[in-house]
């Protein structure tokens, strides 16, 4: 068996066009036996017919014998045997003994004509037998004549004659059609394999065109999504190492200036006191990041289990507004929770789910949100009932959400806003992480939830989560 594609298909079309060929020879050699035989019965059909006249014509003058074995003598150049057929119905040859089984009926008529085979000497015969007398039990009946049944070597030699011309016909059709069905197979697969070899390198991804068989264009279908994927991931990545960069130059300068600054004795004093402050703010601000980033591998990896429990959603609100509240008085943000937004049936308000996480989404919502609105501003903490769609069914769900009356998202801002270092302003310096947003993505995807981002009229953004009453298994 071919080990490439192209040579298994070039191979599957030459057997199938060996079989065809069988198939044909087969066929064909029963259908010319079996002419060749009615031309060879029909032959000695005719010549019982020519020579009728002159067996009747002997019957008259008694010289029966005479006739047939003049008859004998003039058809032995043509391999044709006579023989007569006695009244027990088997053949005699002339001057011997009967011979063979019975092979003609005891209602002959006169003038009729037998055609059949018959088995003599090891070999089969064609015969054609012409009826001279009615039933007798010893005169001859019927004189028959014989030949030995070639249809089958006959055939053969027909077949030895066409097959081979039929045989390069098929060749020649097959050949360019399996040549045809090979490449439009292997031609995209190879173009998948090529492109596939370049990803490695890192340069730029076009998609591959859809062409070939139905699973080969499904092939290069995955094949293009992986690739613009795979595209996006290393964006992702290279944007993420921007944010790295952005993210861990501005503490690391401002440890090092201050470090430079005590080392050489310009800080002194209360300025010494405010640079190890710096410093130790900047440092925590780093821990903040590195345990961030942790976290959020974890949470994507499912290192961090789930162990959900039954949560009272109106008391949770309360006790993070609670938790936020010295944090709010110190930025001189407001915060409340909207009781009204939670509606007055807390049975619709049910909610399955880890309390740890649920801490955490809410606290890195209220914290984005008091970065967003500054001094003066105002978050809320609201809820409600709604559903979500799981497995094409809907099922009930709870939607959590935090509003402020900040400058709200840039256009198009709140489609990225739980990207990971994504800030609406990027020159910002705060001691966020940039990825708070992000995490409270994958906490609301490891429940089978969703989150949302949108602006508020007439100014402000509403960051929140949809989680399902009862999560996933």
Do not use: K
């Not at 059909?45 to 003058?61: K, W």
């Not at 004549?145 to 390069?168: E, H, K, M, N, Y």
Request: glycine share 12%; with cysteine.
């Amino acid at each position: 068996m071919p080990r490439s594609l192209r040579g298994r298909l070039v191979a599957a079309f030459v057997a199938v066009a060996l079989t065809l060929l069988i198939a044909l020879g087969g066929t064909l050699f029963l259908v010319l036996r079996g002419l060749h035989a009615d031309a060879t019965s029909a032959s000695l059909a005719d010549v019982a017919g020519s020579v009728l006249p002159q067996v009747r014509q002997s019957l008259g003058t008694g010289n029966l014998r005479g006739t047939i074995e003049d008859v004998r003598d003039e058809l032995a150049s043509r391999n044709i045997e006579v023989m007569l057929i006695g009244g027990d119905g088997r053949l005699r040859p002339i001057g011997g003994d009967p011979t063979g089984d019975p092979i003609m009926p005891a209602d002959g008529t006169p003038g009729d004509t037998l055609r059949g085979t018959v088995e003599l000497h090891g070999q089969r015969y064609l015969y054609a037998a012409t009826v001279i007398r009615r039933a007798a039990a010893v005169a001859p009946r019927a004189v028959a004549f014989l030949a030995v049944d070639r249809s089958g070597a006959q055939s053969l030699a027909d077949l030895a004659r066409t097959l081979p011309v039929v045989g390069i016909v098929i060749l020649l059709v097959a050949t360019p059609l399996a040549w045809l069905v090979a490449r439009s197979v292997t031609r995209p697969l190879d173009r998948v394999a090529s492109t596939a070899a370049g990803l490695p390198g890192g340069g730029p991804i076009e998609p591959l065109p859809l062409e070939g068989p139905v699973e080969v264009r499904a092939l290069t279908g995955t094949f293009n999504s992986m690739a613009l994927e795979l595209d996006a991931t290393r964006r992702r990545e290279a944007e993420l190492l921007a944010n790295l960069r952005h993210d861990l130059r501005t503490p690391l300068t401002v440890i090092a200036g201050y470090a430079t600054a005590l080392r050489d004795g310009t800080a002194t004093g209360a300025d010494a006191a405010r640079a190890a402050a710096a410093i130790e703010e900047e440092s925590e601000r780093l821990a903040r990041l590195v345990d961030e980033m942790g976290a959020f591998e974890r949470i994507r990896s499912g290192e961090d289990g789930l162990r959900p429990e039954q949560i009272d959603v109106p008391a949770l609100l309360a006790a993070t507004a609670a938790r936020f509240a010295p944090q709010a008085e110190g930025a001189g943000v407001q915060i409340a929770v909207n009781a009204g937004a939670v509606g007055a049936t807390p049975a619709a308000l049910d909610l399955a789910a880890d309390r740890l996480a649920l801490d955490r989404m809410l606290g890195n919502l209220v914290t984005n949100a008091m970065t967003a609105v500054g001094r003066r501003g105002s978050v809320r903490l609201e809820a409600g009932a709604t559903s979500l769609a799981r497995d094409g069914a809907s099922v009930p769900a709870v939607w959590l959400g935090v509003i402020d009356d900040g400058p709200g998202f840039p256009p198009g801002g709140a489609a990225r806003a739980f990207e990971r270092f994504w800030r609406a302003d990027p020159a910002r310096a705060g001691s966020g992480s940039g990825l708070g947003l992000a995490i409270v993505r994958e906490l609301a995807a490891a429940h089978g939830g969703s989150v949302y981002a949108e602006n508020v009229a007439p100014h402000g953004a509403r960051v929140g989560v949809v989680l399902p009453c009862v999560p996933p298994a």
